[in-house]
């Protein structure tokens, strides 16, 4: 049985421990504008209200969860994109990485990772974004089962795709 959309966007967001949201957002035209970027919302998926990110989304009419979050004060900006992606995945018990590598998002550095682990005893997959631009580090989460985690994989990357700082 599939978890519902609202508990893996909470799951996505359990998965980040350094998420600190941003005052001030709003959504107009599609694109959702936080006050260091903006990002164009995917078709189907619905705004979640979790405090811990900028931005949480979960799919209309399947499981899975995305999550945005810019950090542009302390110490995350400073430090470099694997230690980032390492504190990105911290709460997935059993987490295994299927893939990890250097990877460029509208023309800034970034960390890219699939991953696999166990959330509420199940097994879900996911693949995570952690770009620097300029004085701000931007994580990007996209959670869901096994089954149909290849479903949001576009959505998710045209979100990923889509980032604008500012």
């Not at 959505?155 to 795709?161: E, G, I, N, P």
Request: hydrophobic letters at 40%.
């Amino acid at each position: 049985m599939h978890a519902r959309p609202a508990r893996l966007a909470a799951v996505a967001a359990l998965v980040t421990l350094e998420l600190a949201g941003c005052a001030g957002t709003r959504i107009e035209n599609g694109v959702f504008h936080a006050r260091n970027y903006r990002v164009a919302l995917p078709p189907g998926w619905t705004v979640g209200a979790d405090t811990r990110a900028d931005l949480a989304l979960s799919r209309e009419g399947a499981p899975g969860g995305m999550l945005v979050n810019a950090t542009c004060e302390g110490r995350a900006p400073g430090r470099g994109l694997d230690i980032l992606m390492r504190h990105l995945l911290f709460g997935l018990k059993d987490r295994r990485i299927l893939e990890r590598g250097e990877a460029t998002v509208n023309g800034y550095p970034a960390e890219r990772a699939v991953f696999e682990g166990t959330s509420d005893e199940e097994t879900v997959r996911g693949e995570a974004y952690v770009v620097k631009a300029g004085a701000c580090v931007y994580d990007f989460l996209y959670v869901a089962p096994l089954d149909v985690f290849q479903q949001g994989r576009p959505d998710f990357a045209r979100l990923v795709q889509s980032l604008q700082p500012s």
